[in-house]
């Protein structure tokens, strides 16, 4: 094998392994939806995915990663950010991640019960 080809294969899988790295599909369980409750400890809006990490007292505390897309497409699809702040009780839905502690968002319900709703790059405010 020449220089060439060995380089041209070592991109190739290099490529596949960042992919499945970010695959939503690879890391969550779509065919189920579980939902949590607990208080915002940490938000972070950025690519290529923003997360939350919310302190879920029915879990004795733990704490749960729960990711979203990249803050662009958020953006880009009107999703309110600015409506998650550290310290505020939510409620979010989503589909459960392979390692524990961890899911993709699908909707949350803050406080005051606004429902803000998220799938890909659809996402929207419900009250």
Known sequence: MNIKTALLCLAAFGAGSAFAHHSVAVNFDQSSEITIEGRLTVVAWRNPHSHLRLNVADAGG??????????????????QTDRFLAGDLISVTGWPGHRDRTMYFLEATLEDGTRLVCAGASCAQER
Request: hydrophobic share 50%; aromatic share 16%.
């Open 62 to 79: 733990a704490e749960w990663l729960v990711e979203f897309g990249a803050i662009n497409t958020m953006k880009r699809s009107g999703f």
